[in-house]
């Protein structure tokens, strides 16, 4: 399959040519979209629907428990629906927490302390408690775990990669985005989980129709299996997907395109159509790789797309009292986007951001 086609179709599973009527329809369509900046993670899923979604609005989904925020993969964090967790972490959490395993140990978080920290945390939360992460690392010291050194951060991830906690409510934030959410237990937090039968199986196939057309090795670095785990997922008969050319797989049922959808769009750091596949120069030319990232501190930048190619990078401040200056484009390839374009993509993240 050629690069025009590829971009063509993975736009169009990605929502950004066909978009979703709400946040929560694009949640579910994409199953999980990166969010280790929050912010991003949010505006992922408000650029890929037919409205126009505001930040209150797409927090709200947190609130009511629709939506939740955890180390489903890769261990990096991913907003996903809520129904979807537990099933995920059944596929991915084992693997993430042998991999965590060395980093506790130099820590000093062995299983006893690991024990104590469930115990305690687990008490702190019980009754539908939430806590930010201050307060839990509050509890932590109160229970002779010094939280300090990333000791506190790791404490935490091993109990949310095993399912136990997870990321729900947004705090408040007066004057700007707010960056932070409430520690909740999922068990009590989470009000219906799905059970499919083969969860490898679903995650590739729902990888497939959010992010297809893909192959088996794209899902293994999204997903964070091994390859054997992926193609052992892929070789599973679904009525919802199908190999279109040799190893790659896509949705047999396409969402509709709209001839309303911006040909132009600001995407987040981290951003799913970038940051999904093995190889990234389907979407970025290749000297612009270096410029969008990921860099040397891991950090992969906001992007500018013109017809699903990567023109530009951007910044925005969502600090307090400048959350609402003008972002601030910068185009790699010289006229590939007219400014109206630009600025017209970037005015409907501003108008989120600030709403």
Known sequence: MDSDTLRTERLRSHRLTAPARSAMDAARHMLAVQAQEFWAGRWALAVRTTTAPTLRSVDRLFNRGELVRAWTQRGTLHIVPSEDLAWMLSVTGERQLRMAAPRCRELGLGPDELATVERVLTGALRGGNAMTRAELFAVLENASIDPTGQRGLHAVQHLALRGVLCQGPVVPRRGGASREQLFVLAQEHIRASASPADPAAEMF???????????????????????????????????????????????????????????????????????????????????????????????????????????????????????????????????????????????????????
């Not at 769009?265 to 969008?292: K, M, N």
């Not at 797309?305 to 959350?323: F, K």
């Open 205 to 355: 196939a729902r990888y497939i129709i959010g992010h297809g057309p893909a192959t088996a090795e794209d899902f293994a670095w999204w997903a964070g299996v091994t390859l054997g785990t992926a193609r052992a997922a892929a070789s599973v008969s679904d009525e919802r997907i199908h190999e279109v050319d040799e190893g790659m797989f896509a949705a047999r049922t396409r969402p509709r395109r709209s001839p309303r959808a911006a040909s132009v769009v600001a995407l987040g750091p981290f951003e799913e159509y970038y940051i999904s596949y093995q190889d990234r120069t389907v979407a970025c030319p290749p000297e612009h790789l270096a410029a969008v990232g990921p860099g040397k501190n891991g950090m992969v930048r906001p992007i500018l797309l013109a017809d699903g190619v990567v023109v530009g990078t951007w910044r925005h401040s969502t600090a307090i009292g400048r959350h609402t200056d003008d972002p601030v484009p910068e185009l790699l390839t010289p006229g590939a986007a007219s400014d109206e374009d630009v600025a017209a993509a970037l005015d409907r993240y501003a108008a989120f951001i600030t709403g």
